[in-house]
């Protein structure tokens, strides 16, 4: 057996480094201190006489040699954990750890999951709502949905994503709020409180009034912040103003007659879906049956 072998920890931790380019996080990681990574890094390159990082800023980048070590410790990794979920595949039956944005798990997801417990009680999904875009494995994630203006996103050896339609932006307000605002044409939507988010990214209010040709929106004063859009129905379905709310989210509320969309003006930007997990994961099988779930679920609310 060659040597070099032996330094099979070393490797490890050499590409938990190199693929986050940090040798703090590949610390945590490991569930080691920094030093002791920094220590293996040493002695990895002492062995094989060459450097493998170099300090840049805050992140450690790879040398050419390193760049080209990188490469193989991935593909044999990822080799290494198909197999073994190969023969390690767990059973339909157990816990699914799923996680979206704040306002689609509250807003979409928990109105509809109980029919998938019906379906599948051996299933125990675990939501969890966030607005970070968090590292599936570190956080023991096993299936996330998530959305971006960008139209694709290429799977690799270490995650999958797989497109989970599109949604688009409308105004929204509850019925009496449009019969007391006499809501007829876009540029009434300035006598009404309106419910913007406090980041709203490209979504804001300016950018749909352009598109629906609004004049003097700039001098307009009634403005409510909220910090995420589950809080903005929740306070147009109180009666307070309109907000801007991407479909999938508002529809229910639509069909009950709780809100309604005053102009079929939708925002000029929208955004995808995505469905996103670790592409060895030895829950495949379970994260398929709960996606085939919620595109069955999407499309009969679509």
Known sequence: MDKRLKYLNAVRCFES?????????????????QAAV????????????????????RKMQLTQSGATLYKATSQAFNTLLQA?????????????????????????????????SIKHP???IKVLGSNQIDDLQQSHIDLAIRFSQQANFKSNDELTYEPFGEDFIYPVCSP??????????P????????????????????????????KNYQKHQLWT???????????????HGCALAATAIYSQYVDVGKLIVPFDIPHSKSF????????????????????????EEMAESE
């Open 17 to 33: 480094a190199a693929r986050h380019q940090s040798y703090s996080k590949a610390a945590e990681e490991q569930f080691v201190s």
């Open 38 to 57: 920094s220590q293996q890094m040493r002695q990895l390159e002492n062995v094989l006489g060459t450097k493998l990082f170099i300090r840049n800023g």
């Open 84 to 116: 073994l979920n190969e023969i390690q595949t767990e059973e339909l039956a157990g816990q699914l750890t799923v996680t979206s944005t704040q306002s689609f798990a509250s807003l979409w997801i928990m109105p509809r999951l109980y029919k998938f």
């Open 122 to 124: 051996d299933i125990k």
């Open 176 to 185: 009496q709020v449009y019969e007391q605002m006499s809501l007829s044409k």
């Open 187 to 214: 540029q009434d939507l300035l006598k009404c409180w309106l419910v913007s988010l406090t980041i709203p990214g490209s979504f804001t209010w300016q950018s749909w009034f352009e598109t629906a040709k609004v």
């Open 225 to 239: 912040e909220v910090t995420s859009s589950d809080l903005a129905l929740s306070a147009v379905l109180s009666g």
């Open 272 to 295: 995808k879906r995505f469905l996103v997990y670790e592409t060895n994961s030895s829950k495949k099988a379970r994260i398929q049956l709960f996606m085939n779930w919620l595109r």
